[in-house]
């Protein structure tokens, strides 16, 4: 004869796993981490671009510099009278002044300071500034 018996499965009474409470609060903790390291990426690039075009900068006033030394020293690129001078290179204002300065002391100039300056159109680059002095040889 057969019997009729049916097996009753109880519920687990240990329940692994997660309750909602937890997963909020794990949730909450991971979106202050990816958002933290958002405002890290974001410091990062902005300052990656400064220092580009600082580097930027520093390069064009080196250049000015250069082709300043190299002209004669009655050149009217280098007439104090004239100063100060401008130039506009793409985002970047290139300015150099030059003033009359007595190097040896015996109250005649006899040498030119020469500053140039540049400066960027963003906010976040430094201006860059080299000063030179040209003897009058």
């Known amino acids: 004869m057969h019997s009729n018996h049916f097996v009753r499965l109880k519920p687990p009474t240990d329940m692994s796993g997660f309750t909602f409470v937890e997963l909020l609060v794990v949730l909450a903790i991971f979106t202050i981490a990816v958002l933290a390291i958002a405002a890290m990426q974001i410091t990062s690039i902005n300052t990656n671009a400064s220092a580009r ?56 100039n006899d040498s030119k300071t020469i500053m140039v300056t540049v400066q960027c159109a963003n906010r976040n680059a430094k201006d860059v500034s080299i000063q030179y002095i040209k003897p009058e040889v």
């Open 53 to 108: 075009m600082s580097g930027e900068a520093s390069a064009l006033a080196a250049n000015q510099l250069e082709a300043l030394m190299a002209l004669p020293y009655n050149h009217s690129d280098l007439n104090p009278a004239s100063s100060p001078f401008e130039v506009v290179s793409g985002p970047y204002t290139v300015k150099w002044e030059v003033m009359l300065f007595d190097i040896d002391g015996d109250l005649t």
